[in-house]
């Protein structure tokens, strides 16, 4: 347990901002994929749909660059 407690010492002050920045990011592509998805199979175009889930990709992408960034 020592060990871990040394090692939440030496993380930045500013981990915490980056980890809530990324739960929004995540949050903002689950609800997009959600849309996208109900407007994908309930459209007679599914062209909107995929227009919306790849706007939500485009969050998880910026999300996955904070992650690596760390």
Not at 7 to 29: C, H, M, T, W, Y
């Amino acid at each position: 347990m020592e060990i871990h407690k040394r090692d939440e010492e030496q993380e930045p002050a500013s981990n915490g901002k980056l980890f809530i920045i990324r739960q929004i990011l995540n949050v903002i592509f689950m609800i997009g994929a959600l849309a996208g998805a109900v407007l994908y199979w309930t459209q007679p175009e599914p062209t909107t749909g995929i227009l919306i889930i790849m706007t939500a990709m485009f969050f998880k992408m910026a999300e996955c660059v904070l992650r690596f960034r760390k």
